[in-house]
């Protein structure tokens, strides 16, 4: 009785599994039929367009040819050859062409792919030069460009990360590991705080603008920025879920332990441990400044507990994008800054407008970025 209940049962199954499959090619024969119908379609539509002056010239007899390619849109040598290739062959169809032969073979295209990923920094003009001498035929830097596009490599800017030694990784990737399974709550009561300086010459470069062909240096599509730099101001702030510190602009003069105490540690800091409690986490980037004998006591001092941050390890702290998000927005205004009191005013009103659901996403991807330096080890991230 077992054996028999069992046989059919897998009868089923398999009377199951042959409907499926059958319905399956149905469906797939009807998609394959749609395409071949729309191809030819589209075949007897071009044949269409490719006869019509080919009957009026047989209409009309032997007009200009000049003038039946004006009334169709055609050029009036294209209309001259078909038909010439009319009273030749009886049709004006064109034929099949396999199109101008390769310049590179195969074995050549390996090869070119091979060079390029041994060193990504070479031109394709350099890539060509060397496939000329390797393969004796002459290779054009236009050629080497299709043939990784057709691979898939593209010429791209590569992405500017800090130097990192093993030790540095390796510090990363311990601060990952005991990290990665914070809960949002724990990630709540950390203020993420962070320097950045913004001139009155920098560009994000991710401003984009429309312009014609031919317009490049219209002074409308011109942004006139100093190569070195220029007056700018050095900025302040920290950032936690459901709030931020005020900005912080330094006044001129350069940052030492004193100034970061009174300045940065007394007003600003100190707040938000009286707000939070016992529960609150401050985080830094070991700046020099940040690391002197005097903040050092005063933190110890107001009961401050400090996370221990790895050193060079600007992706895995969120108001990195803050401030990218800051020079975006000052990079996109209509009038952009042009003395030190309006950048001020500007980061300011920035600042404030800077909606909180964008600190909070960042603060809550700390889990992800985590686990993504994990994955490589501590090496770069794509954060």
Same mark, same amino acid.
């Given at each position: 009785m077992y054996q028999h209940v069992k046989v059919m =049962?897998?009868?089923?199954? %398999?009377? +199951?599994?042959?409907?499926k499959f059958y319905y399956g090619f149905v469906h797939w024969c009807a998609k394959i039929k749609d395409e071949v119908e729309k191809l030819a379609y589209q075949l007897n539509e071009e044949a269409e367009r490719t006869e019509r002056p080919i009957r009026r010239l047989k209409v009309e007899g032997r007009p200009q040819c000049d003038k039946c390619g004006c009334r169709v849109g055609i050029a009036h040598s294209i209309v001259s050859r078909l038909w010439r290739q009319f009273q030749t062959t009886g049709t004006a169809?064109?034929?099949f062409s396999s199109g101008r032969p390769r310049g590179t073979t195969p074995a050549d295209d390996r090869y070119i792919v091979l060079q390029t990923r041994r060193n990504r920094r070479q031109t394709?003009?350099?890539?060509?030069?060397?496939?000329?001498?390797?393969?004796?035929?002459? =290779?054009?830097?236009?050629? %080497?460009? +299709?043939r990784l596009h057709d691979d898939g490599l593209f010429a791209r800017r590569p992405v500017r990360c800090v130097p990192l030694t093993p030790a540095h990784r390796r510090r990363r990737s311990l601060w990952c590991r005991e990290h990665r399974n914070w809960r949002d709550n724990e990630w709540g009561?950390?203020?993420?705080?962070?320097?950045?300086?913004?001139?009155?010459?920098?560009?994000?470069?991710?401003i984009l603008i429309w312009r014609e062909r031919g317009s490049r240096n219209h002074p409308l599509n011109i942004i006139e920025r100093d190569s070195y730099g220029g007056r700018g101001?050095?900025?302040?702030?920290?950032?936690?879920?459901?709030s931020r510190t005020d900005l912080h602009i330094f006044d001129a003069g350069s940052v030492n332990g004193t100034r970061y105490c009174n300045e940065i540690l007394l007003p600003y800091v100190r707040l938000f441990r009286g707000a939070m409690g016992l529960q609150f986490l401050f985080m830094d980037d070991n700046a020099p400044w940040q690391r002197t004998v005097a903040a050092e006591q005063l933190l110890e001092s107001e009961d401050i507990e400090c996370m221990d941050w790895p050193a060079r390890s600007p992706v895995l702290n969120t108001i990195k994008h803050v401030w990218n998000f800051l020079g975006r927005r000052l990079a996109a205004r209509t009038l952009p800054p042009v003395t030190i009191r309006e950048l001020r005013l500007a980061l300011q009103d920035e600042w404030a407008a800077m909606p909180q659901?964008?600190?909070?996403?960042?603060?809550l991807s700390m889990g992800r970025r985590c686990e993504t330096c994990l994955a490589v080890r501590g090496d770069h991230i794509p954060y």
């Open positions: =049962i897998w009868e089923y199954v %398999v009377l +199951r599994r042959c409907e169809i064109r034929g394709a003009g350099e890539i060509a030069r060397h496939t000329t001498q390797a393969t004796g035929r002459p =290779i054009s830097r236009f050629t %080497v460009a +299709r009561r950390v203020l993420f705080t962070d320097e950045s300086r913004f001139s009155l010459s920098s560009d994000s470069h991710r101001v050095l900025v302040w702030g920290g950032i936690m879920i459901g659901q964008l600190i909070d996403t960042l603060i």
